[in-house]
């Protein structure tokens, strides 16, 4: 089940479930190996007596976690994420990309929900979050998140902050509370050139780095060159590739 409480309004238990996701990068690239990324998608139904009752829905993620491999020390694990954290945390891809960890909300109403938004564009973020695990229960752990997020427009600020805003702790109470169970779920591999099967050299690598095995095998996504004058790619069997695998199933 999961129980939300968002910018001060309890919405309704639904029966939704986050998920604990993992993607190893090619072990001839530089920056970190790998990064872990939790998201919930929150249903919720507002019920009206003059007519159906219309959706709404919450996405929640926090993402880019790339400290911590095997999936099972995620078992009674805590995170307590500020501003201070995260400029001792962050790191840059095997392009240049940069990654921060931090927790970020979109909110979506349809049917005629006005000012659901309070005048932005949906999207919110913050710095400052808990993440708390409890025990593991097969591939799932129960979860509570705590969360100070503002509105994505006053969260990209245009001044860097100072030494002491970066150090304060987080003002009030958090304007998300959040229990949900979190399952384990899929994990994507990206490999350096190789043959013409690649999944299991893709197994071992993930089985190294996070502990985990015998997860389904989904796709096989080659990289390759554009051809010339064409959209179409000269890939297959041979190029860099990503191996996605499902979640694993509990036996």
Same mark, same amino acid.
């Given at each position: 089940?999961?129980?939300?409480?968002?910018?001060?309004?309890?919405?309704?238990?639904?029966?939704?479930?986050?998920?604990?996701?993992?993607?190893?990068?090619?072990?001839?690239? %530089? @920056?970190?190996?790998?990064?872990?990324?939790? $998201?919930?998608? $929150?249903?919720?139904?507002?019920?009206? +007596? !003059?007519?159906?009752?219309?959706?709404?829905?919450?996405?929640?993620?926090?993402?880019?976690?790339?400290?911590?491999?095997?999936?099972?020390?995620?078992?009674?694990?805590?995170? =307590?994420?500020?501003?201070?954290?995260?400029?001792?945390?962050?790191?840059? @891809?095997?392009?240049?990309?940069?990654?921060?960890? =931090?927790?970020?909300?979109? %909110?979506?109403?349809?049917? !005629?929900?006005?000012?659901?938004?309070?005048? !932005?564009?949906?999207?919110?973020?913050?710095?400052?979050?808990?993440?708390?695990?409890? !025990?593991?229960? @097969?591939?799932?752990?129960?979860?509570?998140?705590?969360?100070?997020?503002?509105?994505?427009?006053?969260?990209?600020?245009?001044?860097?902050?100072?030494?002491?805003?970066? +150090?304060?702790?987080?003002?009030?109470?958090?304007?998300?509370?959040?229990?949900?169970?979190?399952?384990?779920?899929? +994990?994507?591999?990206?490999?350096?050139?190789? @043959?013409?099967?690649?999944?299991?050299?893709?197994?071992?690598?993930?089985?190294?780095?996070?502990?985990?095995?015998?997860?389904?095998?989904?796709?096989?996504?080659?990289?390759?060159?554009?051809?010339?004058?064409?959209?179409?790619? +000269?890939? %297959?069997? %041979?190029?860099?590739?990503?191996?996605?695998?499902?979640?694993?199933?509990?036996?």
């Amino acid at each position: 089940m999961s129980r939300l409480l968002w910018n001060g309004e309890q919405w309704a238990d639904t029966l939704d479930e986050a998920q604990l996701n993992i993607h190893l990068r090619a072990p001839d690239t %530089g @920056g970190k190996r790998f990064s872990w990324t939790w $998201h919930l998608f $929150h249903n919720d139904r507002i019920r009206h +007596a !003059d007519r159906k009752p219309p959706f709404r829905n919450l996405s929640i993620e926090i993402g880019d976690l790339g400290f911590t491999q095997d999936w099972r020390q995620f078992s009674r694990f805590e995170l =307590r994420s500020s501003a201070q954290w995260q400029e001792e945390n962050e790191y840059f @891809g095997e392009y240049g990309h940069h990654f921060v960890p =931090r927790i970020s909300v979109y %909110g979506n109403c349809l049917q !005629d929900q006005i000012d659901e938004n309070d005048g !932005d564009d949906g999207f919110w973020e913050g710095n400052d979050f808990v993440l708390r695990f409890g !025990d593991r229960d @097969g591939f799932t752990f129960a979860t509570e998140v705590e969360g100070w997020l503002e509105p994505r427009a006053r969260y990209h600020r245009t001044a860097p902050e100072s030494p002491a805003d970066l +150090a304060r702790p987080p003002e009030g109470e958090p304007n998300l509370r959040l229990l949900t169970p979190t399952r384990l779920g899929k +994990a994507s591999v990206n490999l350096a050139r190789g @043959g013409s099967d690649p999944v299991p050299l893709a197994r071992q690598y993930l089985e190294e780095c996070t502990g985990l095995t015998d997860l389904p095998e989904k796709s096989i996504n080659w990289w390759g060159p554009k051809l010339l004058g064409s959209d179409k790619e +000269a890939r %297959g069997p %041979g190029w860099r590739c990503t191996v996605n695998f499902e979640a694993p199933v509990l036996k």
